[in-house]
């Protein structure tokens, strides 16, 4: 049963458009989120994360929407940038305490951003 | 200032064999986690090392083991290889609980 879902496989948009990322979860133990970008033949490499504490993070052009009560999270980034297409992975980690912090990943978005 | 580091990149065994793959971590972290990335899936969590010891472990048989040494590096090993433990390989080092991990470029281990 898969605790983090992301149900969109692909997201096409166009250069200088707001891209959507979505993730949903379905553990209420989940304290931490994040979010990761991958390209080919790379690890993933970290975004930006939130806390449950909070409903907004924003860095830069990215920003991660928390919303507690519908278990659903999201990603913006704005504007978007073809060095933008990548694959985007959600994630969720628990209260990091001696129990150790793995993290969930969902399957993954693959971002396209046209010019 | 190093990132995550793996070694090797890209591994050819065939089933019934074992495997070692190596992990430095970030400088100044201390935390290391292993993650299986199949194809078309996120990464999968395996363990997490700390202070030497496992300290979590997801949902993978004994089959797969691992080492943290004093200098935060890791390994780890798989034994009996079977067709299905082809994949992605990816260590990610942290700072004791941060939930924040970095990773590094991963394995690739090919079981024919």
């Known amino acids: 049963d898969q605790q983090v879902k992301q149900n969109s496989p692909s997201l096409s948009v166009q250069e200088g458009r707001i891209s959507i990322l979505n993730c949903d979860y379905t553990?209420?133990?989940?304290?931490?989120f994040l979010w990761y970008k991958k390209y080919p033949a790379e690890g993933p490499t970290f975004l930006i994360s939130?806390?449950?504490?909070?409903d907004k993070n924003e860095d830069g052009r990215f920003t991660v929407f928390l919303n507690k009560s519908a278990k659903h999270l999201s990603l913006h980034i704005v504007p978007s940038q073809p060095g933008d297409s990548a694959v985007y992975f959600c994630a969720a980690s628990g209260v990091p305490v001696q129990a150790g912090t793995a993290l969930i990943f969902g399957k993954g978005t693959t971002l396209s951003v046209s010019s | 200032d190093a990132g995550v580091t793996q070694s090797p990149t890209h591994l050819i065994k065939t089933r019934g064999q074992q495997v070692t793959l190596r992990c430095s971590p970030k400088s100044g972290h201390d935390t290391v986690s292993w993650y299986q990335q199949a194809l078309g899936q996120g990464p999968q969590f395996i363990f997490q090392y700390y202070e030497e010891e496992e300290r979590q472990r997801g949902n993978f048989p004994d089959r797969f083991s691992g080492h943290q040494f004093p200098n935060y590096s890791s390994e780890l090993n798989v034994n009996a290889l079977l067709l299905g433990d082809s994949a992605l390989y990816l260590c990610a080092s942290s700072v004791g609980g941060s939930g924040e991990q970095y990773f590094g470029p991963g394995t690739r281990l090919t079981v024919t």
């Open positions: 553990n209420s133990m989940f304290d931490y």
């Open positions: 939130i806390s449950s504490i909070k």
